[in-house]
């Protein structure tokens, strides 16, 4: 079992940049988790974002935000990050990361019902 807690979200101007950060704790080898992250906006479903294979190794991302976002992971400091450029008032969110155990695969997940382990949310606002 893994426990994620994100970090990073805030309030940023339209153009602006942020990069979230997932810390993932627990018994659980993290290098053996495919993850990924999705965003919620208010009245809308959760929705994919970007996902990244267990060794880092491959990325998939939703057209929405291909070219700007960028995910990665540390599996020295079991953490995943998202780099989040040229931030449209779209992209305004509780953004998600979450986890499943894999092995070590290049398989990358991104559906909400792939994942059985969630993190808290943070808020991402960008401003006009």
């Known amino acids: 079992q893994v426990q994620l807690a994100e970090s990073g979200g805030g309030l940023v101007q339209a153009g602006g940049s942020l990069r979230l950060s997932c810390a993932a704790s627990?018994?659980?080898?993290?290098?053996?988790?495919?993850m990924g992250w999705f965003r919620q906006a208010p009245g809308k479903e959760r929705q994919f974002v970007a996902a990244?294979?267990?060794?880092?190794?491959?990325?998939t991302y939703a057209d929405s935000v291909k070219g700007r976002f960028t995910i990665s992971r540390d599996n020295t400091k079991n953490t995943m990050y998202l780099q989040m450029n040229s931030l449209t008032p779209e992209d305004t969110a509780v953004y998600y990361c979450?986890?499943?155990?894999?092995?070590?695969?290049?398989?990358?997940?991104?559906?909400?019902?792939?994942?059985?382990?969630w993190g808290q949310g943070t808020q991402v606002t960008v401003s006009t």
């Open positions: 979450a986890a499943r155990a894999s092995g070590y695969t290049i398989t990358v997940l991104t559906t909400v019902r792939d994942y059985p382990y």
């Open positions: 990244i294979s267990t060794s880092g190794g491959r990325t």
């Open positions: 627990g018994r659980s080898t993290f290098s053996t988790y495919a």
